[in-house]
C-alpha cells in the first residue's frame, strides 16, 4: 500500500519559517501530491497543490498562503515539500500530505497521518 510520510512540523513564532517534507515509495507512479490542513474546529482545507503535466509540475495555492507559501516536488525521489515562510497564528493546523497514483486510467488518493504546525503570537 501507499504510505506517505509527512516531516517538518513544530512551534514557531508569528513570521517564522518551516519546511515540511513528505515522501511515498518510488515505486508508484505519482499524478499529484498536496498539502491540505485542518485547524482546530475547522473543515480540512487545500493549501497548496503540484501537478505532473508532461515535463511540467503546475501548482496552484488557496489565497491565504499565496506569497507565502512554495510546493515544490522531487519527481526522481517522489517527495513533495512545502516552504512556509511569515507564518501567522491562523497558519496553525495539522498539515496533512495527499498523494495521487495514477494506475492505468484509475487514480487513486492516499493520505498520511499529518504533521502539526503550531504558531505563536
Known amino acids: 500500500q501507499v504510505q506517505p510520510v509527512e516531516s517538518g512540523g513544530g512551534l514557531v513564532q508569528a513570521g517564522g519559517t518551516l519546511k515540511l517534507s513528505c515522501a511515498v515509495s518510488?515505486?508508484?507512479?505519482?499524478?499529484?501530491m498536496g498539502w491540505y490542513r485542518q485547524a482546530p474546529g475547522k473543515q480540512r482545507e487545500l493549501v497548496a497543490t503540484?501537478?505532473?503535466?508532461?515535463?511540467?509540475?503546475?501548482?496552484n495555492y488557496a489565497d491565504s498562503v499565496k506569497g507565502r507559501f512554495t510546493i515544490s516536488r522531487d519527481n526522481a525521489k517522489n517527495v513533495v515539500y512545502l516552504q512556509m515562510n511569515n507564518l501567522q497564528p491562523e497558519d496553525t493546523a495539522v498539515y496533512y500530505c495527499?498523494?495521487?497514483?495514477?494506475?492505468?486510467?484509475?487514480?487513486?488518493?492516499?493520505w498520511g497521518q499529518g504533521t502539526k504546525v503550531t504558531v505563536s503570537a
Open positions: 518510488r515505486s508508484f507512479s505519482v499524478h499529484a
Open positions: 503540484i501537478t505532473r503535466d508532461g515535463s511540467t509540475d503546475v501548482s
Open positions: 495527499e498523494v495521487t497514483i495514477r494506475e492505468s486510467r484509475d487514480l487513486y488518493d492516499f
